[in-house]
């Protein structure tokens, strides 16, 4: 069923997502996280925040995310959010987000507003991700970090949040399979911690 935000007007969306998100989390938007870590990542986890960028484009809203540069330590090559570990100097996940994004791809912080938090998600890798949800009014310009980012792109937030194109997929390493949440996009596999996290706000949308 579609989300009743893609019904309502423009200028009623912001409102709406802004009070989806103060309603107490849905059990169906928790544990998501499939508890296993690689090998050297176990024990407490680092905390962590992303940015969920809903970008206010006049054709709809989009979803701004990044490809990993290929080079990086932890998920080379992967489509994610921009974000990071949370920092001495951040004074809370919002601020980390916030700090992250306009390190990763040049986004002005004047130009995002925050709606809200969603279920935090833990990585194979040791983060405690804390997704933050940011209203982006264009228009804004986009300074990829060379180091860290290979590419920045939009996705129409419609098709992220239709639950028949959120699917189940598995890997296997070794003799054991792990699962995970996928959202292909054309030539684009969004996949692991970033589809997860696109499933928990569309949960938390839908309130249960």
Known sequence: MPLPLFALPRHDQ??????????????????LS??????????????????????????????????????????????????GRVEPDDADVGAAAL????????LPGSRVSLLGELASYDTVTGYRVTPVVGWVEPPFAIEPDPVEVADVFE?????????????????????????FWAIPWG????????????????????GG
Not at 14 to 31: S, Y
Request: hydrophobic content about 40%; proline content about 8%; glycine content about 8%.
């Open 99 to 106: 700090r992250e994004a306009h390190e990763e791809v040049g």
């Open 155 to 179: 996705v129409p937030l419609a098709f992220l949040l239709d639950p028949e194109h959120q699917e189940r997929h598995f890997r296997m390493q070794g003799l054991v399979r792990r699962d």
């Open 34 to 83: 499939d508890g296993f870590r690689l090998p050297g990542r176990e024990g407490r986890a680092t905390p962590a925040a992303v940015l969920v960028p809903l970008v206010n484009r006049e054709d709809g809203l989009t979803v701004l995310l990044t490809q990993r540069s290929a080079n990086l330590p932890d998920h080379p090559g992967q489509i994610s959010f921009p974000g």
């Open 187 to 206: 030539e684009r596999y969004i996949w692991g911690a970033t589809a997860a996290m696109l499933v928990i706000l569309d949960r938390t949308l839908r």
């Open 14 to 31: 912001r409102a709406w997502i802004e009070d989806q998100l103060r309603r107490p989390v849905p059990l169906t938007a928790l544990g």
